[in-house]
T-cell receptor, first 114, second 111 residues
Framework: EPEVTQTPSHQVTQMGQEVILRCVPI?????FYWYRQILGQKVEFLVS????????KSEIFDDQFSVERPDGSNFTLKIRSTKLEDSAMYFC????????????FGPGTRLTVL | GDSVTQMEGPVTLSEEAFLTINCTYT??????LFWYVQYPGEGLQLLLK?????DKGSNKGFEATYRKETTSFHLEKGSVQVSDSAVYFC??????????FGTGTSLTVIP
C-alpha cells in the first residue's frame, strides 16, 4: 500500500541553524501539507501546497518557514533560523484531490533544537 | 472557526472493557470527520472516517457515528485489546481545507 515517507526520522540542530525536512508524498496525490505537534499538544496545521504554490498557511508559518517541491517526488519544509520553540514533531500529509478529503500522514520527523 | 474538542485523557482500561472517547466539533460548513490513531513512536494513521450526517465509520472493531444534531463523533469499541494502546485524535476537514485536530486521548489497555 502506498504511503507517505519522511526523512530524517529525528533531526537535532543548534538554534539559529537552517533545517530542511523532507517528505515523499503518495505518487498520484496532488495536495500536500505540513503539520506540527509540539510535545503534549495538539497537531497544528502549518501550510498546504497545490500546483506548485502555497494555497493556505497558518499564523505559525511565518517568514522563517518555506516549502518547496523541487522535483516530481519530494516536498520539503525549510526552517531558515531555528528557534527553541520549533522543537516538535513535523508531519507531512498528502491528499489525492477531487472530492477525496482524506489526508494520509507520514511517520513524522522529530526536530530537536538545542 | 472550525474546531474539535476531545475528551481529556489519559484513559486506562482493562482488556475486553468497553471504550468511549468523546469528540464534539464546531464547523462553519459540512465537514468530514475522522479518527486518527498514533501508536508509540509512529505517525498518524487513519482509523475511520464519516463524510456526512448519520454515516458510521468503522474499522478494526472501532466505530463512530456522525451526529449532526449533537455535533459529535464519539469513538467506541466493544472490547479493547492491549494492542489498542495508543493516542487517538479526532479531526475534521472541509474538503480541500486543512485538518483541525483535537488534543488527543491517550489510551492504555492493561491485561
Amino acid at each position: 500500500e502506498p504511503e507517505v515517507t519522511q526523512t530524517p526520522s529525528h533531526q537535532v540542530t543548534q538554534m539559529g541553524q537552517e533545517v530542511i525536512l523532507r517528505c515523499v508524498p503518495i505518487s498520484n496525490h496532488l495536495y500536500f501539507y505540513w503539520y506540527r505537534q509540539i510535545l503534549g499538544q495538539k497537531v497544528e496545521f502549518l501550510v498546504s501546497f497545490y500546483n506548485n504554490e502555497i494555497s493556505e498557511k497558518s499564523e505559525i508559518f511565518d517568514d522563517q518557514f518555506s516549502v518547496e517541491r523541487p522535483d516530481g517526488s519530494n516536498f520539503t519544509l525549510k526552517i531558515r533560523s531555528t528557534k527553541l520553540e520549533d522543537s516538535a514533531m513535523y508531519f507531512c500529509a498528502s491528499r489525492r484531490g477531487g472530492q477525496t478529503d482524506t489526508q494520509y500522514f507520514g511517520p513524522g520527523t522529530r526536530l530537536t533544537v538545542l | 472557526g472550525d474546531s474539535v474538542t476531545q475528551m481529556e485523557g489519559p484513559v486506562t482500561l482493562s482488556e475486553e472493557a468497553f471504550l468511549t472517547i468523546n469528540c464534539t466539533y464546531t464547523a462553519t460548513g459540512y465537514p468530514s470527520l475522522f479518527w486518527y490513531v498514533q501508536y508509540p513512536g509512529e505517525g498518524l494513521q487513519l482509523l475511520l472516517k464519516a463524510t456526512k450526517a448519520d454515516d458510521k465509520g468503522s474499522n478494526k472493531g472501532f466505530e463512530a457515528t456522525y451526529r449532526k444534531e449533537t455535533t459529535s463523533f464519539h469513538l467506541e469499541k466493544g472490547s479493547v485489546q492491549v494492542s489498542d494502546s495508543a493516542v487517538y485524535f479526532c479531526a475534521l476537514s472541509e474538503i480541500g481545507n486543512q485538518f483541525y485536530f483535537g488534543t488527543g486521548t491517550s489510551l492504555t489497555v492493561i491485561p
